[in-house]
Each structure stands twice: as structure tokens, then as C-alpha cells.
């Protein structure tokens, strides 16, 4: 157990709906990174917040957005979804400082859009 | 930019052989380097990182040095399981000061027994 926690492990939706991911990190962590796994694109750094700002920014479609909460809670909003958007979306956390840069990763949730 | 490139799978080995995969970047500077594994139907877990040259990696019998000279961190173990059925994924840390991982695209294991 990793000590990060996503809610929901599984989400089914259809075309053009809207979805909110949860993510909570590990005790101590103020980093919370989003990537998406899909088949065919491996692995992709989506997003970063450190202490509720955006310190980062990977390949992110604009109809997805997040946010990290005061308690450092993140969510990852989803939107006008489409069937290419299915894949596992896996949240991580850090201390993020120098010497102290692991990263762990949460259980995923595996998005279904259909 | 950075980037990793690891070996593309799959690997089928027979329990007990001997295991490398190969992992490469390219980065500006001196990137902490890591060895995720991500079992069936679970998340990813760090298997093991080197933060500095020569360093040596080392867990549940893997090991993976971390090379300057040839920009390289291959992950290796002596003598395989059935168990160890999996995808290995390499990453660095990105140099730019945002903490973010750069992924290999993973390379699948499998161990027949």
C-alpha cells in the first residue's frame, strides 16, 4: 500500500459526459502528479500541483482540468468525453525536494467511455 | 527535452534465467533515475531509483546502475520467477525543477515456469 488513495477504482460513462477523478496523497506529501496509461500512448504526465498550485503542465487535453484542494486533496475533471479517453488515470505524490523525489503511485482508476 | 527509451518487450524467459532490460535517456544535468513495476490489474511501485552516477539500485534481487558515461540504467536480475511477471517501466526524473517523471513505454515480462 502505497498511502495514496483514488476514488473511484472504476468508472463507465458514455460519450460527451463529464467525470471527476479523486485523488488523496500521502500523509506529508504537498505534490500530487496525474498521468493517463493508455494502450497505445504508454504512460503520460498529465498535470502537476504543489501546495495547491499548478507547478507543472504535460500533454493535457483542454477539455480536462484539476485542481488541488487546502487538505491537498487533487480531483482531475474530465470533459465532453470522448471514446479516446479511456484509459487508467494513475495519481502520485511526493515531497517533491531535492533528495526527496520518489514519487508513489495510487491503485488508478480505470475510466470506460462508451 | 528529456526522454527515456527502454527495450521493447515482450520477454519471455524461463524461471531462473538471467534478466536485463535496457534503459537509456537523454537529460540536461543529473536526473534521479527509477524502476517502477506495475503488476496485473495494479498501480505502479517503485522497484528501485539511483539519484547519482555509479550509484547502485538495488531490491528484491534487481539491480540497475546508474551510468553517466552511456546514459544508461539497464535493470538486471541473476535468476528470474514466475512472480517477477510483469511490466517494467524506467523513469527519470525531469531536470527542469518541476519533479514530474519522465516514462520508458514499459517492456512486459513474462516468466514461464
Known amino acids: 500500500d502505497s498511502g495514496v488513495t483514488q476514488t473511484p477504482k472504476h468508472l463507465i460513462t458514455a460519450t460527451g459526459q463529464r467525470v471527476t477523478l479523486r485523488c488523496s496523497p500521502r500523509s506529508g506529501d504537498l505534490s500530487v502528479y496525474w498521468y493517463q496509461q493508455s494502450l497505445d500512448q504508454g504512460l503520460q504526465f498529465l498535470i502537476q500541483?504543489?501546495?495547491?498550485?499548478?507547478?507543472a503542465k504535460g500533454n493535457i487535453l483542454e477539455r480536462f482540468s484539476a485542481q488541488q484542494f487546502p487538505d491537498l486533496h487533487s480531483e482531475l475533471n474530465l470533459s465532453s468525453l470522448e471514446l479516446g479517453d479511456s484509459a487508467l488515470y494513475f495519481c502520485?505524490?511526493?515531497?517533491?525536494?531535492?533528495?526527496?523525489?520518489?514519487?508513489?503511485f495510487g491503485p488508478g482508476t480505470r475510466l470506460t467511455v462508451l | 527535452g528529456n526522454s527515456v527509451t527502454q527495450m521493447e518487450g515482450p520477454v519471455t524467459l524461463s524461471e531462473e534465467a538471467f534478466l536485463t532490460i535496457n534503459c537509456t535517456y537523454t537529460a540536461t544535468g543529473y536526473p534521479s533515475l527509477f524502476w517502477y513495476v506495475q503488476y496485473p490489474g495494479e498501480g505502479l511501485q517503485l522497484l528501485l531509483k539511483a539519484t547519482k552516477a555509479d550509484d547502485k539500485g538495488s531490491n528484491k534481487g534487481f539491480e540497475a546502475t546508474y551510468r553517466k558515461e552511456t546514459t544508461s540504467f539497464h535493470l538486471e536480475k541473476g535468476s528470474v520467477q514466475v512472480s517477477d511477471s510483469a511490466v517494467y517501466f524506467c523513469a527519470l526524473r525531469d531536470t527542469s525543477g518541476t519533479y514530474k517523471y519522465i516514462f520508458g513505454t514499459g517492456t512486459r515480462l513474462k516468466v514461464l515456469a
Open positions: 502520485a505524490s511526493s515531497v517533491a525536494e531535492v533528495g526527496r523525489d520518489t514519487q508513489y
Open positions: 500541483y504543489y501546495n495547491g498550485e499548478e507547478r
